[in-house]
Structure formats: C-alpha cells, structure tokens
C-alpha cells in the first residue's frame, strides 16, 4: 500500500511564492513517474508537472518557469516550488505517483493566490 501526503497549501498574495511537499510511505519501489495535478473549481483536473524515473521534467506551459518540480529521495518527497503565483493559479494541488504503471493520488492541498 503507498500512502501520499501532502502539505504547504495555503494563501498567498500574487506574485508570491509556495513550496508544496507530498510525501511517500509504504511499498513505493518501481516509480515510473510523479506528477503534479491541480483542479480549479468547475475545471477539470490538469496536469501542471511531471518528474520521470529517468528524471526527465515536464511543465504544462501555463506555469513552465515558474514552477520546479523536484524530489528528495531520503525522504520520500517530491516538492512542486510555485513562483510568481496568479490568482489563476488557485486551486486544489494533488501529487500522484504512478508505480508499476498503478495510480496512487494525495488528498489534495489548496493553494488560493489573491490578487
């Protein structure tokens, strides 16, 4: 069983900055991929970043160079680093790992950017 938890959600005003941290517990041997997602309200869910096995990055182009995804693999934690936040970027941040091509998501962090 893989357990993800994630924190550093919160409010911030634009232009600001938040680091978001999801932590990995439990059998998470055989990662393909982990991914940042996020869904506004009446959105549907996107994907906003993605860190490969092979440590390839990807960033969907509304926050490429503001966003860096990055992990800390003695601790299990991959963090998503939020620069230069809009109030467009406010929504609901969910980590989801993908082992042996499964699917296993967090619980979900707000992230609300005032303008």
């Known amino acids: 069983q893989v357990q993800l938890v994630e924190s550093g959600g919160g409010l911030v005003q634009a232009g600001g900055s938040l680091r978001l941290s999801c932590a990995a517990s439990?059998?998470?041997?055989?990662?393909?991929?982990i991914n940042w997602h996020r869904q506004a309200p009446g959105k549907r869910r996107e994907l906003v970043a993605s860190?490969?096995?092979?440590?390839?990055?990807n960033y969907a182009d509304s926050v490429k160079g503001r966003f860096t995804i990055s992990t800390n693999n003695v601790k299990n934690t991959v963090y998503l680093q939020m620069n230069s936040l809009k109030p467009e970027d406010t929504a609901v941040y969910y980590c989801?790992?993908?082992?042996?091509?499964?699917?296993?998501w967090g619980q979900g962090t707000q992230v609300t950017v005032s303008s």
């Open positions: 989801n790992f993908v082992i042996r091509y499964s699917n296993y």
């Open positions: 439990g059998n998470i041997a055989g990662i393909n991929a």
């Open positions: 860190i490969t096995a092979g440590r390839s990055t």
